[in-house]
């Protein structure tokens, strides 16, 4: 069972809380498609000009990172000898009721 409080006095909150989220994902969707119509603009160059002026850049860039999947099969125990463990907490609001 997990530990809850009535929180009844926050419902414009929480009506508020689902509007931003709603608005957040419309927007996600707006930026996406206006970032792909200006990257296929660019095709392979790096950047964008708006009257001889660079206004976006789309560089390529390298990042070395460890395949924990291969190091785990490969080495077991090196991997589990460097595994941590983090905890945080996650906030969901959760679908549902009379908001």
Do not use: N, Y
């Amino acid at each position: 069972m997990i530990d809850a409080v009535a929180i009844d006095g926050l419902k414009a909150q929480l009506a508020l809380l689902q509007h931003c989220k709603e608005k957040k994902a419309e927007l996600a969707e707006i930026e996406a498609s206006a970032r792909a119509a200006i990257q296929a603009a660019l095709g392979d160059a790096e950047a964008g000009t708006i009257d001889g002026r660079p206004v976006v850049t789309w560089k390529f860039v390298k990042r070395r990172s460890i395949d924990q999947g291969k190091l785990k099969q490969l080495h077991p125990e090196v991997a589990e000898e460097c595994m941590t463990i983090s905890e945080s907490r996650r906030f969901e609001h959760v679908s549902g009721g009379d908001q």
